[in-house]
């Protein structure tokens, strides 16, 4: 998924318009932060599921303030794109504008991210990181 189109999920879940540019200059920094919120749960995820975990840190996944929109692509899961990050920004954008939306959003988003957590044993969870680390030092 673009960040565009996380973007404009995010804008319909508030019902603003495709087109309005309220928030464009608070999608970086709001999905920026909501990335790093996620990142540990999104490796779980990752894991859960048999992939090799990101072990080059929280960083390395924050979106860079010259990415453009409509090319940068997210490296989350699926789980995390389409319900909890959009929840997450959603309950920021409206923070200041509407606190009662903002708070059903804000128990959505916590909510979500309890539903999409994810339960690896010790063991896999030492063993994918462990091939993860290889192979980034290999790199």
Known sequence: MTLEELYKKTKAWMFEKPSSTYYNDYILPICNKILAETYEENNMCRMFYGKLPFVDGVEKHQIPKDADMTKYELDYEDEYLLDVIPKGIDANFLMYDDVSKMD????????????????????????????????????
Request: hydrophobic fraction near 40%; aromatic fraction near 12%.
């Open 104 to 139: 059903i959003y804000r128990v959505e988003y916590n909510n979500a991210r309890v539903l999409h957590q994810k339960v690896v044993s010790k063991e896999k969870v030492d063993s994918l990181t462990a091939k993860a680390k290889e192979a980034w030092y290999a790199a």
